[in-house]
């Protein structure tokens, strides 16, 4: 079985400063890793994937990725956030067995103030 | 290129009726998969469609049936509708299942 954990709910941040959310995965068989973003009344939008490769990978707004497969975490992170980026996180794996079926954690309300 | 559209976009609906969603994915997608989004539940896999084929179901009872047509549209149905249904239906499709999935912009149904 595979399960993804957010390990915070909400993350609170003024802008500029930099930011971290955490994700970590269980899985007894090879995922592939992604973050999304949903906006209010939006769907999600992809921000980032991990399928193979380089473990840093970069993605849409200035959000970056590590993918750790010893800690089982693929932690996103921003150097600098802006208000725009407040937003519901959404963390995800999908087995490379080709199901169509993502698993996402519960999501991470990122909320940032001026 | 034209992104994932479903309709529509909100639906109210009381107990017992029946509904059905749209999903028309990116050109060329031939994988459409259907999640639940609750506050409590989070996003819950519903299932996933590839060449009018269902090949993966997740844990919903048999009330919410789908299929896919040639053209790779989709429709999710919901039967016999009860107030816990009430969420946002998002798809998302792909260009195979083991690929990054695009979503659209869901329906959110209401049940009265």
């Known amino acids: 079985a595979q399960s993804v954990t957010q390990l915070d709910s909400q993350v609170p941040v003024f802008e500029e400063a930099p930011v971290e959310l955490r994700c970590n995965y269980s899985?007894?068989?090879?995922?592939?890793l992604f973050w999304y973003v949903q906006y209010p009344n939006q769907g999600l939008q992809l921000l980032l994937k991990y399928l193979s490769g380089s473990t840093l990978v970069k993605g849409i707004n200035g959000f970056e990725a590590e993918f750790n497969k010893s800690q089982t975490s693929f932690h996103l992170r921003k150097p600098s956030v802006h208000i725009s980026d407040t937003a519901e996180y959404f963390c995800a794996a999908l087995p490379t067995s080709n199901t169509g079926k993502l698993i996402f954690g519960q999501g991470t309300t990122l909320q940032v103030k001026p | 290129k034209a992104g994932v559209t479903q309709t529509p976009r909100y639906l109210i609906k009381t107990r017992g009726q029946q509904v059905t969603l749209s999903c028309s994915p990116i050109?060329?997608?031939?994988?459409v998969s259907w999640y639940q989004q609750t506050p409590g539940q989070g996003l819950q896999f519903l299932f996933e469609?590839?060449?009018?084929?269902?090949?993966n179901k997740g844990n919903f009872p048999g009330r919410f049936s789908g299929r896919q047509f040639s053209n790779s549209r989709s429709e999710m149905n919901v039967s016999t509708l009860e107030l816990g249904d009430s969420a946002l239906y998002l798809c998302?499709?792909?260009?195979?299942?083991?690929?990054?999935?695009?979503f659209g912009d869901g329906t959110r149904l209401s049940i009265l």
């Open positions: 050109s060329g997608h031939r994988s």
């Open positions: 899985s007894s068989v090879s995922v592939y």
């Open positions: 998302a499709s792909s260009t195979s299942g083991d690929q990054p999935q695009h």
């Open positions: 469609y590839f060449s009018e084929t269902q090949r």
